[in-house]
């Protein structure tokens, strides 16, 4: 293989394949999203993946076979390395998983909010207020996005007072109402509380927009926008874009590195808009480029929601489009499968959980073969800077000889 290829990295948000050895530190020994979707609806159907080596790498990460049952004929006829990767970041959270990927492990302590009301230390709230003139916020607890949406959607309505909450990650989240409050309000305050949550270590604001006018009917919009600190770090993504390459994010990408080593940020949202831009964003990239698409719907519709159909349809659905990928594939691209954390819809709760992630690695110049269990998720990104011809990152190893 040679240098001046294209990589191109599909995110596949939540989707663990379990195993981890430090699961019982977070309190999540035994999840396994992969496999535990598989046992519960009595199989899946992901023939292309199964082709890539993805069963196998979750039986070597858990050491029990996943009962997916038959699977029906591959269409993708590409050779593919397989392993799975086990995180080293202290958390396992949407930063720490990104960023450790793109060779920054996050080996600080975030900060994080209490899950009871009131969540929020109440000079935060006051500070925020005063330079926002509002009157006061709704929530202050953690919750499900859709659910507090559903809960106090209407009161935020009549009462002009953004919700906010909280989860498990290290966020301070703020949903509004594009019309009744305004999309670029909303934006501003978002603005005014990253500012805030500064001294509390806190990773992420994120603005959630949603539109209709009563329970029922209230969804959330694709104007979502996380206000992120940046990496602590040069990541995969800056190697690249400071040597002149393309590094070009769909969905979520380029706020989750604070838009560093970003040189064309595309929004999408919804697995089917995320695969039609991801397509069309590989048949117009050049050489020397990077495409980094997040599926978050794994993640933020499927598995906090804790709904084992939808993530496994999903997965299906994911799975029937990696053909239309492999024909617009040139002869130098190289394609990683991988995830960030798991988020087991089968486990208690609603949060990520600790897991092991697969690592699938295909183009048409690679040698097959089992790449075994890597000791960071950081190997990922230094065996795409390996590919590249981009300095050493800070962390991982690369596998591309293997």
């Not at 995830?339 to 897991?355: F, I, L, Q, V």
Request: charged share 25%; aromatic share 10%.
């Amino acid at each position: 293989m040679q240098e001046k290829g294209r990589v191109i990295i599909l995110m596949m948000d939540s989707f663990g394949i379990g195993g981890a050895e430090d699961a019982a530190k977070f309190g999540d020994e035994g999840a396994d999203t992969l496999g535990h979707i598989a046992s519960a609806r009595g199989g899946i159907k992901l023939p292309n993946l199964a082709v890539l080596g993805l069963f196998k790498a979750a039986q070597a990460s858990t050491g029990r076979e996943v009962q997916a049952g038959q699977q029906p004929p591959a269409a993708l006829r590409l050779p593919a390395k397989y392993g799975y990767m086990k995180e080293i970041s202290h958390g396992k959270d949407t930063s720490s998983g990104h960023w450790e990927m793109a060779g920054v492990p996050v080996t600080f302590n975030w900060g994080y909010f209490k899950p009871d009301y009131p969540s929020f230390p109440t000079e935060l709230i006051e500070k925020i207020c005063a330079e926002a003139q509002l009157e006061g916020i709704l929530g202050n607890k953690a919750a499900s996005g859709t659910v507090i949406i559903e809960e106090l959607g209407e009161e935020h309505i009549q009462t002009g007072k953004p919700i906010c909450y909280t989860s498990a990650d290290s966020v301070f989240q703020i949903a509004a109402h594009e019309k009744h409050f305004g999309l670029q309000r909303l934006y501003h305050i978002c603005e005014i509380a990253f500012k805030h949550v500064k001294p509390y270590n806190i990773a992420r604001v994120i603005a959630r927009p949603f539109e209709g006018e009563k329970r029922g009917e209230f969804k959330r919009t694709k104007n979502r926008h996380d206000y992120s600190v940046p990496p602590p770090q040069k990541t995969l993504l800056d190697e690249m874009k400071e040597a002149g390459g393309n590094v070009i994010s769909v969905g979520k990408i380029a706020d989750i590195y604070a838009h560093c080593g970003i040189t064309r940020a595309v929004k999408a949202s919804g697995l089917q808009e995320l695969w039609d831009t991801t397509l069309l964003e590989v048949q117009n990239a050049p050489d020397n480029s990077i495409v980094f698409t997040n599926f978050v719907d794994f993640d933020m519709t499927w598995g906090h929601r804790r709904d084992v159909e939808g993530y496994a349809k999903g997965l299906e659905y994911f799975d029937t489009r990696l053909p239309e990928l492999a024909a617009r594939l040139k002869e130098n691209d190289l394609v990683f499968i991988t995830a960030d954390h798991g988020c087991d819809p089968t486990y208690k709760g609603t949060d990520h959980t600790r897991e092991h992630v697969p690592v699938l690695m295909f183009g048409k110049r690679v040698k097959a073969g089992f790449i075994g269990g890597r000791a960071t998720y950081a190997d990922l990104g230094q065996t795409a800077a390996d590919y590249l011809g981009l300095p050493p990152l800070p962390a991982g190893k690369s596998f591309l000889d293997e």
